[in-house]
């Protein structure tokens, strides 16, 4: 599974929080600068809810059907580890 | 005092740009040094320009006044604030006198007692002694002043009786009763410099003088409601509350409005059971100390057309009183009865909606199987995701913030009348207008809006014009230039055909000009939002999915739902209604479920900009309604669904793990700039994938590709890709 394709229908909402400025968000916000255009593209109608506060974990949820949401953390972790995380989270 | 503005006539043509230099004698003065004065042998650092009233205010000696009044242009005619400053041969003024360096002031001798007491004798000897009838009674500056500082009799005797000045009708909000009027002039201030009503004015002089408008005519503000605060007598009182509560009979609850999205802080005055006045509340970042009349007045209809039981609609169309427990099986019973499966299950959120109510509301119907979470906007737009998205909050709210606005050197106002939509936002612009060289543009329908601005047209294609610099004019020019340049779109551009246009236009508009617009230390593109529900609805993502907008719903949630389209509900599906008002909503409701109103309810309230805050409950609900969200907890225990929180705690740790800014209180939590960057990208409509067959095609994807967001994708991955899908 990777960021240039559909994901699975089953998957109806992702929601990335992090912190604006925290060190702990660094690589979150990287993925996202990096790969939000690319999801958005390949998934135009699933919203993915970007919510930024200061000094909060970085964390990223996916809400699947029924309302089964699942979580991931994502503090302190390089782009690159964000990535295979989402990719786990999104795949489960 | 009246010079201020008189340069600056009321505004409604293009024309009065050109004097945009000089609107005011005066404008505010850079903050300067500090200086060190003595007051009352205390010494006091204040900012250079400060008045010497605000120097004894810092040095902790309170000064009795009138006239003053910090956000109004200063008018030194009450002299009440008289004090005595070493070396000056007569007791000075002191909110007329400016505080000077090493100045050695005394607010407490001999001197100061008897000019103050002077002073009080002559403002008494023309005040009529009608305390015990008067409304301002137990609030009156007057009165409590006249008790510290005045005198136990008078040596004054007008053998003719007290002067006489008739009443003045200023329309339905202020009630007048000018002969306690002290001509302290703050009403007229008020209305010049901050409502925009430059006909209110004085006439006469000296005792003759009169606070009027000359001719008969009302006062046609909606921040008229404003004066009756500022009124240190009961010269202006309110009509809507004259003599219905003593103040000290009232119990007060500071809450926040929801009646326009701006969030004005309140503070709510109840006795017993009843809301009996709303008061703004001081907060320099939301609605400085100015409410709209609307938040002012519109409580009385807290009164009236209230749901007070749970009602179920009988087989003869009418409405039925039932318990609760009755109610929610009768839900749960047409729920199966219509056999509604996913998006079939639909919920629809109105204009007061509290986030926490949201938030329940919408786990609930998600784990029914359903996306279809729609709102009230006009016509359709409501069943479909908004035009701007809802993945960045930086689309959807005032990114420039409330107070920012004053910083902002042009400001182009898309499809929005911040007059109507946001009254106490527009007083900002205009005093930013008549403080500073400010300039307006509007696209959108014309309209009156206290400050000079100049008219590029009524259409998106007006505005295509403008942004591709082909319209000339000093608006054009001065918006080239500006360095805080501010974009406001009315959120009724998400509920217009050409809404999509528009943001799409603004985002590659805002992205063209690089740095200008959206950078670290500025961010100018804002949408206005009216409604006080929907930042919350977008921040908590309760937005149909795109599969839901063709769904014919078969089950239908309205919760606070009163200005949607009755023609959108199909005729055989079940209808909950839950709110406080037996309006449009409940009308087409199979079962009413009676909620609280904003005063009734500890709710969440995230305003324009994304500033959450908290209302408090003032008043308990009427009847058997109860909490909003605990209605829809108690609904989701009797559907059988399972939501994994008990007590409000629970509820509010949930906002936190949906966006943690939803419980940060009182504070507002920006947008990055790469995020709000992101955001705008994504608003630029891409022409290659617009529906669902371009959106299929690989050839327009890789066109988009190559096109539209520029990825470095290797050739060969292009070419394998469409190979796969064929296969």
Redesign the interface.
């Known amino acids: 599974m990777s960021f240039s394709k559909a994901f699975s229908p089953a998957l109806r909402e992702i929601r990335i929080l992090c912190s604006q400025t925290g060190a702990a968000s660094a690589g979150t916000r990287q993925f996202i600068t990096s790969k939000y255009p690319a999801i958005k593209q390949h998934n135009p109608d699933l919203p993915v809810l970007i919510r930024e506060a200061s000094g909060t974990p970085a964390r990223v949820f996916a809400r699947f059907e029924m309302g089964v949401e699942k979580h991931v953390e994502l503090d302190n972790l390089s782009a690159k580890d964000v990535e295979s995380k989402v990719v786990t989270l999104l795949g489960s | 005092m009246l010079r201020i503005v008189a340069s600056a006539s009321r505004p409604s043509s293009v024309s009065l740009l050109s004097v945009a230099h000089r609107r005011n004698l005066s404008s505010t003065s850079a903050r300067q040094a500090d200086i060190t004065l003595t007051v009352d042998g205390k010494e006091v650092t204040v900012p250079q320009g400060s008045a010497l009233i605000q120097a004894c205010e810092a040095a902790g000696s309170p000064i009795p006044r009138f006239c003053y009044h910090d956000r109004l242009a200063i008018a030194g005619n009450c002299r009440m604030c008289l004090v005595e400053v070493a070396r000056s041969p007569k007791p000075v003024a002191s909110c007329a006198a400016p505080a000077m360096p090493g100045a050695v002031v005394f607010t407490n001798t001999p001197l100061v007692h008897e000019a103050r007491e002077g002073v009080m004798e002559f403002l008494l000897s023309n005040h009529p002694l009608d305390c015990p009838i008067c409304d301002q009674g137990g609030e009156c500056d007057l009165q409590d002043q006249s008790i510290r500082y005045g005198s136990d009799r008078t040596r004054f005797h007008e053998i003719a009786g007290k002067r006489a000045v008739s009443n003045k009708d200023l329309g339905p909000i202020v009630k007048t009763s000018m002969n306690r009027c002290i001509q302290c002039t703050r009403c007229v201030r008020f209305a010049n410099e901050v409502a925009g009503v430059e006909d209110l004015g004085t006439t006469g002089r000296g005792n003759d003088l009169q606070i009027g408008m000359y001719v008969e005519k009302m006062m046609d503000s909606e921040l008229s409601g404003n004066v009756i605060d500022l009124c240190p007598v009961g010269a202006l009182t309110s009509k809507p509350y004259a003599m219905q509560a003593r103040p000290w009979e009232l119990k007060t609850t500071e809450s926040v409005d929801v009646l326009d999205a701006l969030g004005s802080n309140i503070r709510v005055d109840s006795r017993g059971v009843q809301v009996m006045r709303v008061q703004p509340r001081t907060n320099d970042n939301v609605n400085e100390e100015w409410i709209s009349d609307k938040t002012r007045y519109a409580y009385d209809g807290l009164r009236f057309q209230r749901l007070t039981t749970p009602l179920i609609k009988g087989p003869d169309n009418r409405f039925v009183t039932a318990s609760w427990p009755d109610a929610l099986a009768a839900i749960a019973a047409g729920l199966n009865q219509t056999g509604a499966k996913g998006n079939e299950i639909k919920a629809i959120a109105g204009h007061l909606a509290d986030t926490e109510t949201l938030v329940v509301l919408k786990?609930l119907i998600?784990?029914?199987?359903s996306?279809n979470l729609a709102s009230d906007l006009e016509g359709k737009y409501g069943n479909a995701?908004p035009v701007h998205g809802?993945?960045?909050?930086s689309n959807y709210s005032f990114n420039s913030t409330i107070a920012g606005v004053e910083s902002a050197d042009a400001i182009l106002l898309v499809g929005t009348n911040p007059r109507h939509e946001a009254a106490v936002l527009n007083s900002r612009i205009r005093k930013s207008w008549l403080h500073t060289d400010l300039v307006v543009g509007m696209v959108g329908t014309r309209a009156d809006t206290t400050y000079g601005f100049e008219h590029l047209g009524e259409d998106a294609k007006a505005l295509e014009k403008f942004l591709s610099g082909k319209v000339k004019g000093e608006f054009a020019e001065r918006w080239a230039q500006a360095k805080r340049p501010l974009i406001m779109v009315g959120s009724s551009m998400a509920e217009h055909a050409d809404g999509e246009a528009v943001f799409g236009m603004l985002a590659r508009y805002v992205a063209a000009t690089g740095e200008r617009i959206v950078r670290e230390d500025w961010n100018g593109f804002n949408v206005l939002q009216r409604v006080a529900s929907r930042p919350a609805l977008y921040?908590t993502?309760f937005?149909p999915?795109?599969?839901a907008t063709s769904t014919t719903p078969k089950f239908i949630f309205l919760l606070n739902a009163d200005e949607v389209d009755p023609a959108s509900i199909p005729a055989d599906a079940f209808v909950v209604y839950q709110g406080h008002h037996g309006d449009r909503g409940a009308a087409l409701a199979d079962v009413c479920l009676p909620g609280c109103a904003y005063t009734e309810k500890s709710s969440t309230w995230v305003n324009t900009e994304g500033r959450s805050q908290l209302g408090r409950a003032a008043v308990p609900p009427p009847g058997a309604a109860r909490e909003d969200w605990k209605i829809v907890r108690a609904l989701s225990e009797v559907l059988g669904v399972d939501l994994p929180y008990e007590d409000l705690v629970g509820v509010r740790d949930r906002m936190w793990?949906?966006?943690?800014?939803l419980v940060?209180w009182d504070g507002l939590?920006?947008?990055?700039l790469?995020?709000a960057k992101?955001?705008l990208?994504?608003l630029m409509s891409n022409f290659y994938?617009t529906d669902v067959v371009s959106?299929a095609s690989v050839t327009m994807?890789q066109c988009?590709?190559a096109f539209v967001?520029r990825?470095k994708t290797s050739l060969e991955?292009l070419g394998k890709e469409p190979l796969q899908a064929h296969a």
């Open positions: 786990d998600n784990r029914l199987g996306d995701p809802i993945d960045v909050r921040e993502g937005v999915s795109r599969a793990a949906i966006s943690p800014s940060r939590e920006g947008t990055s790469e995020v992101a955001g990208g994504s994938q959106r994807a988009t590709r967001t990825e991955g």
